[in-house]
């Protein structure tokens, strides 16, 4: 095939994919942020209070979990461990 066809084949599947990629990472962001929101709040002043690796962390865990808990309770774990170390990692 012309070389020209693959990039412009790749180009059409990545705007075809699009909004699918953008809602699962605006729910994904969503929920993380009510879950810090939430663990924030057991500071007790909030705004003062640092954001830590391990609140972003627990955010991960639980954001992951909760996405996932309706393949299964062994699939809503693992990707809880992996969700929450990831961000740990990146946090």
Do not use: K
């Not at 699009?18 to 994904?28: D, E, K, M, Q």
């Not at 640092?50 to 992951?64: E, K, N």
Request: charged share 10%; with cysteine; hydrophobic share 45%.
């Amino acid at each position: 095939p012309p070389s020209g066809h693959r990039l412009s084949g790749a180009f059409a599947a990545a705007q075809a994919r699009a909004p699918i990629l953008g809602s699962t990472f605006a729910v994904w962001s969503g929920l993380f942020h009510t879950f810090e929101c939430a663990i924030m709040m057991r500071h007790t002043d909030p705004d003062a209070a640092p954001r830590t690796a391990f609140d972003s962390g627990v955010c991960g865990f639980l954001t992951a979990g909760t996405l996932s808990i309706r393949y299964g309770a062994r699939a809503a774990s693992t990707n809880a461990v992996v969700g929450g170390l990831c961000v740990l990692m990146v946090g």
